[in-house]
């Protein structure tokens, strides 16, 4: 099992004491490549933990605000939203953290903790906007965030979640996104033993999906256009498999799933999943941003179906999510390279050449 970095002393003083000098890597520009950079993180308000980052994933995310594919990437830009580390420091008004411990930051750092999403557990949609990891504007002083391609972070208490005793975490890392986005859905549809479940698209999201539907005892079918993927779609816990291309294959799964996680990440047809779906099914999006073709009507008002979305969880259930996978043993598989190899990862990520999280091990230095 790995082992967590004991925390530097000197970064747990200068911490206490004040604004702290951070090391990461990012861009300035779209076109322009991920580098090594310096800048400052704030000194610690009250219910502030500052992290030693020992491992942070990458997602597809991090690359498409790296290169502006989605608009309003303010640069310099740090990337990371996967962050695994040791807490090196307490602001005094904390008491679910101590220095020393091994905890995990996802996609949000903070939000307004007072209207009814964030008291009802759903800190993402906050009515004033979440604070996100990186490239969001910090809601005291302006600043923009700053992800977990660095050497250490520092993160309100509440958005700081514990990692179970016993858990490697050299593979935590893409539990905080890729986990959480394809168990929330799962949950938020009460997905079990009795569900017959369907995952299209095998990558990040989708191989988390198979091994979640297949933890909660759903029977799991994995949908790919790719027949050497079956496999690997099998050993991941799979039970069944079907290739999107193959029509007559389609046509026999007719109205066979009650609940379809779709994580394609780029825009695509629906029609023919849709037609997959039984009385009242649903098929749940969390992979495409962009705009989506029309589908047809018929398809979703005949067998009662419907179409819907789901982002990542709250903090509450990506606590609950991390417990469950320790639980069952359940990890992303992780490929892991050094700080200095991410562009390289980034290339790869777009041919999909990835099986199929990238994490740096941030032990290696920066």
Partial sequence: MATTAEPSPTTTAEAAGGPTKAKGWGTDAPDQPLHPMEFERRALRPDDVAIQITYAGICHSDLHTARNDWGGTRYPVIPGHEIVGTVTAIGNEVTRHRVGDTVAVGCMVDSCMECDQCLE???????????????????????????????????????????????????????????????????????????????????????????LGAALGAHVTMITTTPSKGKDARELGAHDVIISTDEQQMRDAATRFDFILNTIPVSHEIDGYLNLLGRSGRMVIVGALTPMPGFTGFNIIWWNRAVGGSAIGGIPETQEMLDFCAAKGIYPDCEFIEMNQVNEAYERLLKNDVRYRFVIDMSKGL
């Fill in 121 to 211: 557990g759903w800190e993402v949609f906050c009515r004033k906007g979440c604070v996100q990891t990186y490239n969001s504007e910090d809601y005291h002083d302006h600043t923009i965030s700053k992800g977990g391609y660095t050497d250490h972070v520092v993160v309100r208490d509440h958005f700081c979640l514990k990692v179970p005793e016993g858990m490697d975490v050299s593979k935590i890392a893409p539990l905080l996104c890729a986990g959480i986005t394809t168990y929330s859905p799962l949950r938020q549809y009460n997905v079990g033993p009795n569900t017959k479940m369907a995952v299209v698209g095998l990558g990040g999201l989708g191989h988390m999906g198979v091994k």
